[in-house]
């Protein structure tokens, strides 16, 4: 601050006329101070947000689980939005040591459980630095499942909330959204329903701190159709359904540390991101962790059926 008081100082002294000079010496040196100004504010602008994508490695049947093709593809969207730049890494886990290096947020869909590239290595340590930090966190569809004994406790700090084994469950259904909060990443959202594979009954903070329900539905009866199983059925998601209990499948959270969360349990199939609303609410949600500026209507985005088989991972012909 010293340095540029002292330039501005001296530039201001070398410009200025003397008193003689009048209304036109003054007029000269405050335009130079505002064009000082100007350039000032403009070169010390933050740099832009950095996005990082962690695409998880090939998984499931053609069109289902396109973690590489779907993190491209939303790449691709937010690319043309001026301050964003954004890098996919395919197959897991970076093995570039400086990948993380100024990401403001980091988004990761991948398959979970035990296989979480979250939870392999000391991957847990490095996004928990990167989290101290203040960087932002999304987890989309299986990447919202840690296991219990590693990796739970973290995401719910993280990003709010996160599948549970043996209590949420994994349905394939019709997500009815009628409503959304006052929120940024809700922004432009217009009511849509959309079937998915979408997770319920999650396991989220006590009392929902600082946790905002961005999607929520009342899932059918039908989503009980299954036998008890880690994924499929329990005694109390089952009477969570028989009451027809509002369930959370997309939220946002913000930690103590300033960073911020989004769970999103949809986007088992590909095709859907070729949904509007579908895609402006994870779009809308990938600037907000990054405390980039939603705009008013959301992420204007355009996706064409030639876009959306565009890098599909190499799975054979969809059935």
């Known amino acids: 601050?010293?340095?540029?008081?002292?330039?501005?100082?001296?530039a201001i002294g070398y410009f200025s006329l003397s008193p003689s000079d009048g209304m036109r010496g003054r007029s000269l040196t405050l335009l130079f101070v505002f064009l000082f100004a100007l350039v000032a504010s403009l070169s010390s602008q933050a740099a832009d947000k950095k996005i990082v994508f962690i695409a998880g490695r090939p998984s499931h049947g053609p069109g289902e689980h396109e973690h590489r093709a779907g993190c491209l593809l939303l790449k691709s969207c937010l690319d043309k939005?001026?301050?964003?730049?954004?890098?996919?890494?395919?197959?897991?886990?970076?093995?570039?040591?400086?990948?993380?290096?100024?990401?403001?947020?980091?988004?990761?869909?991948?398959d979970g459980g035990g296989g979480h590239p979250a939870l392999q290595d000391d991957h847990l340590q490095?996004?928990?630095?990167?989290?101290?930090?203040?960087?932002?966190?999304?987890?989309?569809?299986y990447a919202t499942e840690p296991t219990i004994e590693k990796g739970e406790k973290e995401f719910i700090d993280?990003?709010?909330?996160?599948?549970e084994i043996n209590r949420s469950v994994n349905p394939h259904w019709n997500g009815?959204?009628?409503?959304?909060?006052?929120h940024p990443i809700a922004n432009g959202v217009k009511p849509f329903s959309i079937r998915d594979?979408?997770?319920?009954?999650?396991?989220?903070?006590?009392?929902?701190?600082a946790v905002t329900p961005i999607l929520s539905?009342?899932?059918?009866?039908s989503t009980m159709s299954r036998p008890d199983g880690p994924h499929e059925g329990n005694p109390d998601v089952r009477e969570a359904v028989k009451r027809g209990e509002?369930?959370?499948?997309a939220w946002a959270s913000e930690r103590a540390d300033g960073g911020r969360g989004f769970g999103f349990s949809g986007a088992h199939f590909h095709k859907n991101w070729g949904d509007d609303n579908f895609r402006k609410i994870v779009l809308n949600a990938i600037l907000w962790t990054a405390k980039a500026e939603v705009p008013t209507d959301g992420v204007q985005s355009t996706v064409t059926k030639e876009e959306l088989e565009q890098n599909l991972d190499p799975k054979g012909r969809k059935k």
């Open 246 to 249: 509002l369930q959370h499948v």
């Open 217 to 221: 539905a009342i899932p059918p009866e």
């Open 197 to 209: 594979e979408w997770y319920f009954y999650m396991r989220f903070r006590d009392g929902m701190k």
């Open 1 to 10: 601050m010293k340095k540029s008081q002292s330039l501005s100082a001296k």
């Open 81 to 110: 939005i001026q301050g964003v730049t954004s890098v996919v890494y395919s197959n897991g886990w970076p093995n570039d040591p400086k990948a993380f290096e100024g990401a403001d947020t980091i988004v990761i869909y991948a």
């Open 126 to 141: 490095q996004l928990d630095s990167l989290m101290k930090k203040g960087v932002g966190l999304a987890c989309i569809h």
């Open 158 to 163: 993280w990003i709010g909330g996160c599948f």
């Open 176 to 182: 009815d959204f009628k409503s959304f909060p006052k």
